[in-house]
């Protein structure tokens, strides 16, 4: 809101209005008569579905509010609300518009959250009048999408037009509406751009863009916000462009420049209960379209056992991410996932496809500084007595934070040479034998 401030003489200085927005209008009632009859004025006037000016909007506020003796601070608070309410997306406006905030999470009326830098804390220049505000901005949010929020479907998950993503969830699922916003990026990070933020190494970032053009089986895993959809994009910028791709996600968020892409995207069922698609349903339609590369936004089901088959079928070059805490990790939820298909496989056939099936897993995590990096890049070589055996070709090794609270560490490359060396050698790849002993394998993954 401190864009009104040199409207109204308040100078930026006044620390009441900057700490704490929830309490500058404390009348809440009031406030949001003063709102509903706003808004009642302006359409009965004419003015809807269009921008509304600010001088027209404080014209309103004037005559709506005569004889009521407010504040500077409380007149700014109502003229933001109904600005947002008719210009934009309700108090969280200038939060979309800002692009060093990547999520904005609103929990209560006066606990928002956003994340700037990887790093979460709670705005208190922003808030809403009550829930049924809260709501009332899900709508707004959601209204292009062609989805609806209500007590008969009181969850959503939706792509915003300018690609950012939107969760909403109201009750009796929760005890008061809850947003959270995932913002789409304009400017898509690269390859270079994650080695100059410390996320890896240019060793590792030429082992993994040869790892992809080679159609290498790659799964990137890590936690909630570790980067995994982003450190996807930038992978899958790797394949040919004269292949074919098709992406197959929940809800849209890679944006491939390739020029045959074709994104695939979930369905919800209706409000009878009808309609609904899978990933898992796409992933079997997929291989019905002569893809070259099947890529996955994220695998969280049967459809795991899917996209095995596919890989295990000739559809090399698979991508896709998990959400694991580690490259084992990974692997175990990537069984438990196929296993969820109920066809009756025993484990230990089970072991022997995903090592057939899968060549690295790629684990990524934002560390306690907010930064991300790629701890483990992992390559599965075998089965031993029934078990999955991983082996480390490149890890991170942390020495704990320094006084500014930043992580300290280093990147390792271990002294391995490894299996799908000769896989990435095979598809004419020969410019990574300086990061490797000069030796030959006496065994390759198959």
């Not at 109502?78 to 060093?100: A, H, K, Q, R, S």
């Not at 992992?378 to 089965?383: A, G, N």
Request: proline share 2%; hydrophobic share 40%.
């Amino acid at each position: 809101m401190s864009k009104l401030l040199d409207e109204f003489n308040i100078k930026s200085s006044s620390k009441k209005y900057q700490l704490d927005d929830y309490l500058i209008f404390k009348d809440k009632l009031l406030l949001d008569d003063f709102r509903i009859k706003i808004l009642e004025d302006l359409s009965d006037k004419g003015f809807v579905n269009e921008n509304i000016s600010k001088e027209l909007i404080n014209s309103e506020i004037d005559e709506i509010t005569y004889g009521y003796d407010l504040s500077n601070g409380e007149r700014t608070y109502l003229f933001n609300i109904i600005d947002g309410e008719v210009n934009g997306y309700g108090p969280i406006t200038e939060l979309l518009n800002d692009d060093n905030v990547t999520e904005i999470m609103v929990n209560s009326p006066c606990d928002i959250y956003i994340e700037i830098d990887g790093v979460l804390k709670k705005d208190e220049t922003v808030s809403f009048i009550n829930d049924e505000h809260i709501i009332r901005t899900i709508e707004r949010l959601i209204s292009s999408t062609g989805k609806s929020i209500d007590v008969n479907k009181p969850m959503v998950d939706a792509r915003m037009n300018n690609g950012s993503r939107i969760n909403a969830i109201i009750p009796p699922l929760s005890s008061g509406p809850v947003i959270t916003i995932r913002k789409f990026r304009k400017s898509v990070d690269d390859m270079d751009s994650l080695i100059g933020n410390g996320t890896l190494t240019p060793f590792m970032a030429r082992f993994l863009s040869a790892a992809v053009k080679a159609k290498l089986n790659i799964v990137v895993s890590g936690s909630a916000g570790a980067g995994k959809t982003s450190l996807l994009n930038i992978l899958s910028s790797f394949i040919p462009d004269n292949e074919r791709i098709i992406t197959i996600e929940d809800v849209r968020e890679l944006s491939l420049n390739q020029s045959n892409v074709v994104s695939l995207e979930t369905r919800e069922s209706n409000y009878e209960g009808l309609g609904k698609i899978t990933i898992r349903d796409l992933v079997k339609n997929s291989l019905r379209m002569r893809p070259d590369r099947i890529i996955i936004g994220e695998v969280r089901g049967s459809e795991a056992f899917d996209l095995l088959q596919a890989m295990n079928t000739g559809h090399d070059g698979s991508l896709t991410t998990l959400h694991a805490n580690g490259c084992k990790d990974a692997i175990n939820r990537l069984e438990t996932m196929a296993l969820m298909d109920g066809t009756n496989v025993p484990m230990h056939a089970m072991r022997e496809y995903i090592n057939n099936a899968l060549d690295l897993v790629v684990q990524i995590s934002r560390m306690r500084d907010g930064r991300r990096k790629i701890v483990e890049i992992s390559e599965v070589v075998d089965v031993v007595e029934g078990e999955i055996i991983l082996r480390n070709i490149f890890k991170f090794n942390s020495d704990g934070v320094n006084e500014t609270g930043i992580v300290q560490g280093e990147f390792e490359l271990l002294k391995y040479v490894p299996l799908v060396l000769q896989k990435i050698q095979n598809a004419g790849i020969n410019d990574l034998d300086d990061m490797f002993e000069l030796k030959k394998n006496s065994k390759t993954k198959k």
